[in-house]
């Protein structure tokens, strides 16, 4: 693909079910969000991280070099306002295509990002991961242009990402690799990834 491909990273989440930051958990002797944009950074230019500067991701990182931040997401609109924001400083500083995940997914690698841009057709706005079981909405390709609907639909109240894809072409993906997906929310899955000794790369 010849256009650029700029990486979005959302890491402003409360991490509840976790009981302490995401971003920051130590896996295979490095921070979740570190190792995640290390990965991009194989594949895309600029990375960008989308966290208010209240959550503890940004309290955490917020001074790392070489990390944009986008930081107005509007408090409580959960991941699809972060997504919008993010889209939005995408679109406004003249970037067409966008790789984004969340900062949980640990075992993500480059070839994802590979798959997702060689499924996106010409007419597609977002090309979404899917595995056996579910779609991922946070581990997708989307064009910029889609940030002005998906930012209409946050003002209006939606906060369900699935919904809000409802009203966009979406061309889905089974990857070929399902680990790429895997998600870490709460501490039996840190566990799970260390008892399985599931390679982190």
């Known amino acids: 693909m010849s256009q650029p491909l700029a990486g979005i990273v959302l890491a402003g989440g409360a991490s509840r079910r976790m009981g302490e930051d995401k971003a920051a958990l130590d896996l295979g002797g490095q921070p979740m969000l570190t190792r995640i944009v290390t990965e991009l950074r194989r594949r895309c230019d600029p990375i960008t ?3 208010a500067t209240a959550s503890p991701a940004y309290a955490a990182f917020g001074d790392e ?3 944009r931040w986008v930081t107005d997401e509007d408090p409580g609109t959960g991941p699809l306002g972060a997504l919008a924001a993010g889209l939005t400083d995408a679109a406004g500083n003249g970037v067409p295509v966008v790789f984004v995940c969340a900062t949980d997914m640990p075992l993500l690698r480059a070839e994802l990002v590979d798959e997702l841009v060689a499924g996106l057709g010409p007419d597609d706005e977002a090309v979404i991961a899917e595995d056996a079981t579910r779609q ?19 003002a209006g ?4 990402l699935l919904a809000a894809l409802d009203g966009m072409t979406v061309h889905r993906v089974g990857v070929s690799d399902p680990t790429w997906l895997t998600n870490v929310n709460a501490p039996e899955d840190v566990h799970r990834l260390r008892r399985d000794k599931i390679a982190i790369p």
Request: charged share 20%; proline share 7%; glycine share 6%.
């Open 49 to 51: 991280v989308v966290a």
């Open 65 to 67: 070099p070489g990390l």
């Open 136 to 154: 991922h909405p946070l581990a997708a390709v989307y064009r910029s242009s889609c940030a002005a609907r998906l930012a209409e639909l946050v």
């Open 157 to 160: 109240g939606e906060r369900r």
